[in-house]
């Protein structure tokens, strides 16, 4: 494998966006899957004044 970049620390900050991006997306997908998924906690009563 050839080093393109010659700065060690730009290649550990690539790395590191990338995995935040990475986390960043799990978190949104297992937050809509829990809104999906969500019980309401009590039913709204439409007689109810």
């Given at each position: 494998?050839?080093?393109?970049?010659?700065?060690?620390?730009?290649a550990r900050l690539a790395a590191a966006?990338?995995?935040t991006?990475?986390?960043r997306?799990?978190?949104?997908k297992l937050k809509?899957?829990?809104?999906?998924t969500a019980v309401p906690i009590r039913?709204?009563?439409d007689d109810t004044p």
């Open positions: 494998m050839t080093d393109h970049n010659p700065d060690p620390r730009a966006r990338a995995k991006e990475e986390r997306i799990a978190r949104a809509q899957h829990l809104r999906d039913k709204t009563d």
